[in-house]
């Protein structure tokens, strides 16, 4: 929130509509705005959650000019990597317990309006932690003492977990990526289960070969899902540290989380 990138900035940049379930925020011109959540989550590992999290917080920050902040949950710390930034002590774990201010971990990313909450390697006893504390909305919690960001996108760990629990509770929105294949698609069966009915969820599917028939089947199966094509720009972003929009801004790598990032915005919305 000390962000230079956020000099001169003024409230919140939203549509002025009203969802009392829903944290209000100042916004400019007396309208209100309001906090949203959206986690990217799957029980399956390596199937784009990363890449999709890091994605979507930049179409929010630089194409809907959203206040938004990344919060990296998974000891990995890719997202925090991917956005140039890993937590540098064992500080993650610590907002969870109370003994630091979540708010004193976010720092600024070097892109306008994106701010992050790394993770780092105490993550690792956030199940443990979380279930010890038996404080079933800790995650809510926090997120609603962040401070007046438009949006707060969470980058889960995967598995059925007690931090996916909490996630499914913090979230309005929960964006699964599936990759066209039986396992993932039954990953995907097993998280919709998991995750009960409770929050609404956005499949996408992601890695997208075209080439092969798999895939095409899949998507043909799933017309409404958007989908992520598998992408050399995607990895060789990443490895810029910048968002495919940003490395390779007429890529349909891009133009797809653009896409699910609109999509994103209309579910909110409506
Ligand atoms: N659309 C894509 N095209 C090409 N490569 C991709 C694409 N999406 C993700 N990848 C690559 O696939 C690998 C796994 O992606 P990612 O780390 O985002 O998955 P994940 O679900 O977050 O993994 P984990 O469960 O370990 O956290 C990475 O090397 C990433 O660069
Ligand atoms: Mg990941």
């Given at each position: 929130m000390d962000s230079p990138a956020f000099a001169g900035m003024t409230g919140c940049s939203g549509p002025a509509f009203f969802v009392p379930d829903r944290l209000p925020c100042a916004a400019p011109h007396g309208t209100f705005a309001f906090m949203a959540t959206i986690a990217v989550y799957s029980?399956?590992?390596?199937?784009?959650k990363t890449t999709l999290a890091a994605n979507l917080a930049w179409c929010a920050a630089a194409k809907s000019a959203r206040r938004t902040l990344l919060w990296d949950l998974d000891p990995q710390a890719a997202a925090s990597w991917m956005l140039g930034r890993e937590g540098k002590w064992e500080g993650a774990r610590g907002a969870f317990s109370r003994?630091?201010?979540?708010?004193?971990?976010i720092g600024p990313t070097g892109i306008e309006r994106l701010d992050l909450l790394p993770a780092d390697a105490s993550l690792r006893e956030l199940d443990h932690l979380l279930r010890e504390m038996d404080k079933k909305k800790r995650l809510s919690k926090l997120i609603a003492g962040?401070?007046?960001?438009d949006r707060v996108i969470l980058d889960c760990p995967p598995g059925l977990t007690e931090t996916a629990k909490q996630v499914a509770r913090a979230a309005d929105l929960i964006v699964i990526p599936v990759v066209p294949s039986p396992l993932a698609q039954r990953a995907y069966e097993e998280t919709e289960r998991h995750l009960g009915g409770r929050t609404p969820t956005l499949p996408v599917h992601a890695m997208v070969d075209r080439r092969r028939r798999m895939h095409r089947e899949a998507v043909e199966a799933r017309p409404d899902w958007p989908a992520i094509p598998m992408a050399s720009v995607v990895e060789a972003s990443a490895a810029m540290h910048r968002a495919a929009g940003d490395a390779a801004p007429r890529s349909p790598a891009a133009a797809a989380f653009l896409d699910i990032w609109q999509r994103i915005e209309r579910r909110l919305a409506s």
């Open positions: 029980l399956k590992g390596g199937v784009g003994d630091v201010e979540a708010r004193e971990l962040l401070g007046d960001y």
